[in-house]
Nanobody
Framework: QVQLTESGGGLVQPGGSLRLSCEASGFSTLDHYAFGWFRQAPEKEREGVSCMSINDGGTYYEDSVTGRFTISRDGAENTFSLEMTSLKFEDTGIYFC???????????????????WGQGTRVTVSS
C-alpha cells in the first residue's frame, strides 16, 4: 500500500525556519516520479509550493517562496524535505506532499485539483 506521511510542521514566528519531511512508502521505485509540496492556506486555493523531478533533479518553486524554500530528496531514501526559511505570515497553511509519475516538476506544481494523500502537516506563522 502506497502512502505519504508528512511531518515537521509547527508554530513559528515570522522570520523563523522549519523543515518539513515526507516519507513515501510502498513504492517499488520512485525513479520516474516527481514529488512536490502543496499548501492549503485558509480561504485560498490549494497551490503547489515546490516540486522536484527525481529523474533529472529539476525543481520548481512558486514565486513567493523562491529563495526562501529548498526542496530536496534525502539521498536515495524515499524521504523528501522542504526547508523553509524566512517564514512569513502568508506561509501559514497545511502542507502536504504529492508524488506523480512521468511528469515534470513544473507540471506537477501547476497542476490543478491535486488531491492530498495524507493529513498533511500544519504550519502556522504567527507572532
Amino acid at each position: 500500500q502506497v502512502q505519504l506521511t508528512e511531518s515537521g510542521g509547527g508554530l513559528v514566528q515570522p522570520g523563523g525556519s522549519l523543515r518539513l519531511s515526507c516519507e513515501a512508502s510502498g513504492f517499488s521505485t520512485l525513479d520516474h516520479y516527481a514529488f512536490g509540496w502543496f499548501r492549503q492556506a485558509p480561504e485560498k486555493e490549494r497551490e503547489g509550493v515546490s516540486c522536484m523531478s527525481i529523474n533529472d533533479g529539476g525543481t520548481y518553486y512558486e514565486d513567493s517562496v523562491t529563495g526562501r524554500f529548498t526542496i530536496s530528496r534525502d539521498g536515495a531514501e524515499n524521504t523528501f524535505s522542504l526547508e523553509m526559511t524566512s517564514l512569513k505570515f502568508e506561509d501559514t497553511g497545511i502542507y502536504f506532499c504529492v508524488v506523480k509519475p512521468l511528469i515534470t516538476a513544473q507540471a506537477l506544481c501547476t497542476k490543478k485539483n491535486v488531491v492530498p494523500w495524507g493529513q498533511g502537516t500544519r504550519v502556522t506563522v504567527s507572532s
